[in-house]
């Protein structure tokens, strides 16, 4: 009774938000007008014009934590919504308030039965930072060692999957009778969202990326990423390394030389991409809060709630578009583009040739650093998009990752070309790639398996002919995106079953207006008359239908 009771104060919540930012009329065609008295939220509050993304992302920004997180997911993809959106969802803060003691110890004693005091030496409830999803403290483990803590905020879990129901709930409404549907695929958006968001919520998981991230750096002298503490980790609390280090913001107030600011530069790129190439992961949110700078020109790595990863093809492609971006390979960089996504129409090669040598001649020598790679990246994406090429998801976060460290990179050392830094781990990384490898066991595996296809390829071969022989070949076709092709037949073949039932009623009533026998409906036979009338009415029905949908051809 009381989740039910819950759900409907949320329901009431989105409403009244609504309604204060000027979308009465959504209310009430998500049926939620009788939830909300006639006069609540008055007219849009905030002054000045503004735009319709502007006010979606106001209203992202009231409704909280689920939708705050929403907006930042499609702030980085420009296939899910238009671009306008995505620059503005960009500038969605987590304005939060701070977890009270009280809550801070309930989540505790819920995820390990006891109170902070009784699992840390020491616990500190004035927390360092605090964020949308998490608040970290500081803590002293029973060795004397400062840890960090990062607790979930209470009951978020359940909100997050409340919203997404009640987002699931409007999707069919959003898609079909809204300008969004028009220009965005509204049951896409949730599954994305709901996929990435359950991720963050799950610490256990950011736990293991960041060791895998350890793992990679723990024997680095340029680049460091604090040690997880299982015994002190649950899926809401993550307890890692104590680790200082100044932010961005700081780092810019220092007399670095240029030599020194282009290290720090360097190694900030080396940490996020070396991993990349190497293990096919990279850190997906590198902002400024997440990477901290210390002495002898270290980089600290933090937070890796977001993490992308690539197999050993997509890193090949990765490694080859930056080459090809660096050189200005045009027709190399249409290639890569092609071979990465997936082709959803017939591309236009002059066209897609001329966007793309337009993007990659306007992102170089644009500023005294050299190359854009952020916008040259994030440019290609949208090329792919505007000529019916799908990327992959990972890809629109290394998009997202490579221009947030491109504009961290530039505050540091403003006349650094990240391309020049980035472009050598990349051809190091092919070079590996074409060399055999020579470890036994790699080696082994490699023999087994050339053993057993030459073993198997003389009865493959056998049982093909014989296959073909006796007229047993398959051949399965798959289908991409003929979801419209399927429509356009139901529809197609409903009015032609609609049009045989209306030919047949017309013609049965024309033989028996011709009998002129049986009771008469004005001078003619009822039963014809009747008949003719029906007809009339089904067709007019269809003829309607076809004018409402647009479909009238």
Known sequence: MALKYRRVSRYREIARVLIRHGFRYLVELLGLGLLVD?????????????????????????????????????????????????????????????????????????????????????FNYEPLASASIGQVHEAVISGGEKVVVKIQRPHLTQLINGDIKILKNFAGILQDRTVIGRVCNVHEIIDVFERQIHKELDYLTEAVNMEAFYREFCHNEKVIVPRVFSEYTT???????YVRGIRVEEFEKHPYSFEDR?????????????????????????????????????????????????????????AELIVALSERDVPAVMDVIMETGITTRKIH?????????????????????????????????????????????????????????????????????????????????LKEALRPSLYPGSLYK????????????????????????????????????????????????????????????????????????GPLLWGYPALGTLGFMFSGFLGILILVSMLRSGRLR
């Open 262 to 318: 282009a290290k720090y530069a360097g190694n900030m790129l080396l940490a996020v991409f070396r991993p990349l190439f190497e293990k096919g992961l990279f850190h997906g949110d590198p902002h400024p809060g997440n990477v901290l700078f210390q002495d002898d020109f270290r980089v600290v790595l933090i937070d890796f709630g977001i993490v992308g990863r690539f197999d050993q093809n997509h890193r090949r492609q990765v």
């Open 349 to 429: 090669r002059q066209y897609f040739f001329e966007d793309v040598a337009e993007i990659v001649e306007k992102a170089n020598g644009v500023t005294t650093g050299g190359m854009e790679l952020g916008e040259l990246i994030n440019g290609m994406i949208t090329i792919s998009i505007n000529h019916g090429i799908k990327m992959p998801d990972s890809l629109f976060i290394l998009g997202k990752t490579v221009m947030i460290c491109e504009n961290m990179a530039r505050k540091i050392c403003p006349e650094l070309d990240m391309a020049e830094v980035i472009k050598p781990i990349a051809i190091e990384y």
């Open 235 to 241: 899926r809401e609390i993550l307890t890692m390394e």
């Open 446 to 517: 490699q023999i087994s398996n050339v053993g057993g296809a030459m073993f198997t390829l003389p009865r493959d071969i056998s049982q093909a002919v014989s296959n073909l022989a006796n007229n047993d070949t398959r051949i399965t076709f798959y289908h991409r995106n003929l979801n419209w092709l399927y429509d356009m037949l139901d529809i197609s073949s409903s009015r032609i079953s609609f049009g045989l039932i209306l030919a047949a009623l017309m013609v049965g009533s024309a033989v028996i207006m011709h009998t002129g026998k």
């Open 38 to 122: 006639p006069g609540t939220g008055g007219a849009f509050t905030n002054t000045g014009p503004c735009s319709q993304p502007q006010k979606v992302r106001m209203i992202f920004e009231d409704l909280g934590p689920t939708f705050v997180k929403l907006g930042q997911l499609l702030s980085a993809r420009p296939d899910l919504v238009p671009r306008d959106y995505v620059e503005e969802f960009s500038r969605l803060q987590d304005n939060v308030e701070e977890v009270p003691e009280s809550d801070v110890r309930a989540q505790f004693i819920k995820e390990t039965g006891k109170n902070p005091e009784e699992v840390f030496f020491d």
